[in-house]
């Protein structure tokens, strides 16, 4: 699947490599390499995905990932050389959908790429797609496709893998080592606090009122399950 990609990275030469991989790869690439560049470009061109650095002149990507996940849906890719647990829970609160620590591989970084893509086809599940119902909550394994009522809902990779697992079995407990096994083809270096952003951000986008939760639910001591009838 080609796309338009922006590629923020303030190193000259990384950006260089990364641009021919995604040019190989059949996308159109835009490079730039500071943050108030970034942002602004992101707004202008609309791109299908941003592959972001965190650390860059001007503003830094996290402040750019904070302020465009405020206004489109865009794909976000963080590229860091932060590996700390901190500073990859910050990113997916902010909303990345991905977080990729320096150095890594270019074919890696690809196949995060293809992966994160095909996200990108919205719509109406068609037909033939295994939608699970549970309560207000559709679920498409298959399109990656969630709704709240009639309300599509955009999801990182982490937050729908959470979500598909939950609603094979709707009242089910599984705990959070359960669910870390579910997301660990997403981010290997995912924990069971990650598991714990993620529903908090889950229930940001699915829930009424996120303090009281009526679909994603908490069991003290054991895990989270979703409700198997919700209002």
């Known amino acids: 699947m080609s796309a338009q990609v922006l590629l923020a990275e303030d190193d000259p030469r990384q950006a260089e490599v990364v641009r021919r991989y995604l040019v190989a790869e059949g996308h159109e690439v835009l ?4 943050g ?12 299908a995905m941003l592959v972001l650095d965190v650390m860059m002149p001007g503003l830094d990507g996290l402040h750019v990932c904070r302020t465009l996940r405020a206004e489109s849906d865009v794909l976000v890719l963080m590229l860091t050389a932060r590996a700390t647990e901190e500073d990859m829970l910050l990113g997916l609160e902010l909303g990345a959908d991905d977080y990729l620590t320096k150095p890594y591989s270019p074919r890696e970084l690809m196949a995060r790429v293809r992966t994160l893509l095909r996200r990108v086809g919205r719509g109406a599940p068609p037909a033939g797609s295994e939608l699970r119902r549970v309560g207000r909550l559709g679920v498409d394994p298959v399109r990656h496709h969630v709704t709240v009522g009639d309300e599509p809902v955009e999801c990182t990779r982490g937050e729908f893998a959470i979500l598909a697992a939950l609603s094979e079995q709707p009242g089910r407990v599984l705990s959070r080592a359960q669910l870390l096994h579910h997301t660990r083809g ?4 995912s924990t069971e ?4 952003v993620h529903v908090m951000n889950l229930r940001r986008k699915i829930e009424a009122d996120p303090q009281k939760p009526a679909h994603l639910l908490t069991v003290y001591g054991v895990g989270y399950k979703l409700a198997a009838e919700s209002p």
Do not use: G, Y
């Not at 108030?36 to 791109?47: N, V």
């Not at 606090?193 to 714990?196: E, F, G, P, V």
């Open 186 to 189: 997403i981010d290997r270096s």
């Open 36 to 47: 108030r560049t970034a942002l602004a470009e992101a707004r202008r061109w609309r791109p």
């Open 193 to 196: 606090r990650t598991i714990d």
């Open 31 to 34: 490079v730039v390499h500071d």
